[in-house]
Nanobody, 124 residues
Framework: QVQLVESGGGLVQAGGSLRLSCAAS????????MGWFRQAPGKEREFVAA????????SYADSVKGRFTISRDSARNTVYLQMNRLKPEDTAVYYC?????????????????WGHGTQVTVSS
């Protein structure tokens, strides 16, 4: 079992930055690929970014490439999402996810565990 708790969301002006954190419980954190997803009001949940268990591979949605960076700290059992140059269309609830398969996670085919989400609101 892996439990995920997100933090770091909030209200920010367009052009600003936020860093989301996802703290994972369990000693097997390093064995999971980790990802971030988001869901805006009235829209389906969508993939944002993913990182492989050894942090050798990362992938991003086209809409966030060059602005967002995913990273992980296995010593702290934490995955981060650094979000720069935020836009109003980035407003959403952001969810952390863990999966045994990086490829399936990045393709949004499968996630084994989900966090409860953290709200990000970007004002224009």
């Amino acid at each position: 079992q892996v439990q995920l708790v997100e933090s770091g969301g909030g209200l920010v002006q367009a052009g600003g930055s936020l860093r989301l954190s996802c703290a994972a419980s369990g000693r097997t954190f390093s064995m999971y690929a980790m990802g971030w997803f988001r869901q805006a009001p009235g829209k389906e949940r969508e993939f944002v970014a993913a990182i492989s268990w050894g942090a050798r591979s990362t992938s991003y949605a086209d809409s966030v490439k060059g602005r967002f960076t995913i990273s992980r700290d296995s010593a702290r059992n934490t995955v981060y999402l650094q979000m720069n140059r935020l836009k109003p269309e980035d407003t959403a609830v952001y969810y952390c996810a863990a999966a045994s398969s990086y490829n399936e996670l990045a393709a949004f085919l499968r996630a084994d565990y989900w966090g409860h989400g953290t709200q990000v609101t970007v004002s224009s």
